[in-house]
């Protein structure tokens, strides 16, 4: 590996958070055979999405959010305000729901890598002009319920009464 190409502590933190965060799947270990890797599998509002729903606020907190907060469908938010009030505010994330045996960073890089950010900011003591708000989305992916976008839906206001009557 060339010097250019090592890893940094800001990138090992972020692969560290998606090694621990799919230590949470839906497959328990006992399910597993002998010597095989256990799939990542997170559906919403199983045991294992409320679990990864609960590190990622504890994360949050800990990186130095100035609120953090889990809303009514599962989504996980966070926000670092920034030092003007009256900016708009810059809204990222992603999913933390996979679908069945999925990978640890899909989805879940696009929560980590801001979070990162902020942990940095808060570090140096610094406040970006306007607020991050960071988004860990609850079902996107449409594995258990056949309707998607059900956290993202829900944060832009569309999200559809009709989805309370769907069956898994």
């Known amino acids: 590996m060339t010097a250019s190409a090592r890893p940094t502590p800001f990138g090992d933190a972020v692969?560290?958070?998606a090694d621990e965060?799919?230590?949470h799947?839906?497959?328990a270990p006992s399910e597993v055979p002998p010597g095989a890797?256990?799939?990542l599998t997170v559906t919403y509002l199983t045991e294992a999405h409320r679990a990864c729903a609960a590190?990622?606020?504890r994360w949050m907190r800990e990186d130095g959010f100035d609120e953090a907060g889990v809303d009514a469908v599962g989504n996980v938010v966070g926000v670092y305000r920034g030092s003007d009030a009256q900016a708009p505010r810059l809204l990222t994330g992603s999913?933390?729901?996979t679908v069945r045996d999925g990978g640890r960073y899909d989805g879940r890089l696009g929560i980590f890598v801001p979070m990162a950010c902020v942990r940095e900011l808060r570090r140096q003591g610094r406040r970006l002009p306007f607020d991050l708000e960071v988004v860990g989305f609850a079902e996107e992916e449409g594995q258990?319920?056949?309707a998607t976008f059900i956290g993202s839906g829900a944060l832009v206001g569309r999200f559809d009464p009709?989805?309370?009557a769907l069956r898994d």
């Open 15 to 17: 692969l560290a958070r």
């Open 21 to 23: 965060l799919a230590r």
């Open 25 to 27: 799947s839906d497959v």
């Open 37 to 39: 890797a256990r799939p």
């Open 55 to 57: 590190d990622l606020l």
């Open 95 to 97: 999913h933390y729901d």
């Open 144 to 146: 258990r319920f056949p």
């Open 162 to 164: 009709a989805w309370l």
